[in-house]
């Protein structure tokens, strides 16, 4: 089955205690991206990527790092997390436009507070 | 800069009855890629309807269905028959091919249907 997965699902952690979110698709897509999503502001992009090696800041890149050390890994980091990183962050994936058209598919999405 | 409006933060309509969400977006690319995303309960983020920029035939799929009016940058989505499992938030977003990977969403329309 064509997916896209995120663990964890749900974290609560404390500020500073760094920490990884993983993501993983089995579509051999080229593209790959981490969001959040806050209430009233929609999905914001933190990170994407074109390809392996290739990374990207999106509209919200600050206290974030990625790595695409391979096409189906997309590892999203969190050096020190602060409360305001309390959010729920989906990862995606697509293929390129001309075949994939651009069409983004989503994880399941991971809820993550930091108290 | 590239952004996408969505003017109406929540809306309802009686089940069978027909529903428009409004889109407006802003880029002064030609060329992009237009998408419905819809986000039940679940959070899943899943794909409604897509539609290319350079196609003037209003993209449709099953119950829903866009009137697509590139000149006034307008993109608005159609649920005929509404159905409680439409009940969900609804997110308009386009892609720029030539931005690689970057994603616009809108804020969002939370709609629930009645019964």
């Known amino acids: 089955e064509a997916q896209v997965t995120q663990n964890p699902r749900y974290l609560i952690t404390v500020t500073g205690k760094k920490l990884t979110v993983t993501c993983s698709q089995n579509m051999n897509h080229e593209y790959m991206s981490w969001y959040r999503q806050d209430p009233g502001l929609g999905l914001r992009q933190i990170y994407y990527?074109?390809?392996?090696?290739?990374?990207d800041k999106g509209d919200v890149p600050e206290g974030y790092k990625v790595s695409r050390k391979e096409k189906r890994n997309f590892p999203l980091i969190l050096e020190s997390p602060s409360p305001n990183q309390t959010s729920l962050y989906f990862c995606?994936?697509?293929?390129?436009?001309?075949?994939?058209?651009?069409?983004?598919?989503f994880g399941p999405g991971t809820r993550l507070t930091v108290l | 800069a590239q952004t996408v409006t969505q003017s109406q933060p929540e809306m309802s309509v009686q089940e069978a009855e027909t529903v428009t969400l409004s889109c407006t977006y802003d880029t002064s690319e030609s060329n992009y890629y237009l998408f419905w995303y819809k986000q039940p309960p679940s959070r899943q983020m899943i794909l409604v309807i897509r539609?290319?920029?350079?196609?003037?035939q209003n993209a449709t799929e099953n119950r829903f269905s866009v009137n697509f009016q590139k000149a006034a940058k307008s993109f608005s989505l159609k649920i005929s028959d509404s159905q409680l499992g439409d009940t969900a938030m609804y997110f308009c977003?386009?892609?720029?091919?030539?931005?690689?990977?970057?994603?616009?969403f809108g804020t969002g329309t939370s709609l629930t249907v009645i019964p």
């Open positions: 539609q290319e920029a350079y196609k003037q």
């Open positions: 990527s074109m390809n392996v090696e290739v990374t």
């Open positions: 977003a386009f892609i720029l091919p030539n931005t690689g990977n970057q994603f616009y």
């Open positions: 995606a994936s697509s293929g390129r436009l001309a075949g994939g058209h651009g069409t983004q598919y």
